[in-house]
Every structure is written in structure tokens, then in C-alpha cells.
């Protein structure tokens, strides 16, 4: 065999060996990032808050008193 043809053998089974490689430490570190809660940027966070503060307010809003119909005052009337 050609000098050439073992050069060109042991250079496939090291690059093969390198994307092997890559691939795994890639799946790896996806999984690691997967675990990991996602980082909340402060405007998100800001929005969140307001949204709550917001969503409290609105919980305890009464409204405005109720005005009776016409029908309704002439029956109470009696």
C-alpha cells in the first residue's frame, strides 16, 4: 500500500473521530441548557410584575353601583 493511501485511511478515521466527538460534547451541552432555566431579561421581567400588579388591581375592583332599570324602581316603589 501507498504511502498516500495510509496518510488518507488515518486521516478519515480522525476526522470521523473529531466530528464523532463534536456531536457528543454538542448533545451533552444541550442537555445541560435544556435543564437550565431560561434567562429572563429585565424588561420581561418588569412587564411581568406590571402585569401582575395590574391582574391585583383588577381582582379587587368593585365596579361602579348599579343603576336600577326603570321597571325595577316602579316595583320597589310600591
Known amino acids: 500500500m501507498s504511502l498516500y493511501a495510509i496518510f488518507m485511511i488515518v486521516g478519515v478515521i480522525v476526522v470521523a473521530g473529531g466530528w ?19 434567562p429572563q431579561s429585565e424588561r420581561l421581567q418588569k412587564t ?24 325595577e324602581k316602579a316595583e320597589n316603589d310600591d
Open 48 to 71: 411581568k410584575s406590571e402585569m401582575s400588579d395590574w391582574a391585583k388591581k383588577m381582582a379587587e375592583f368593585k365596579g361602579p353601583p348599579k343603576r336600577p332599570t326603570p321597571g
Open 20 to 38: 464523532t466527538a463534536y456531536f457528543l460534547w454538542d448533545y451533552r451541552i444541550r442537555q445541560e441548557e435544556a435543564k437550565q432555566p431560561k
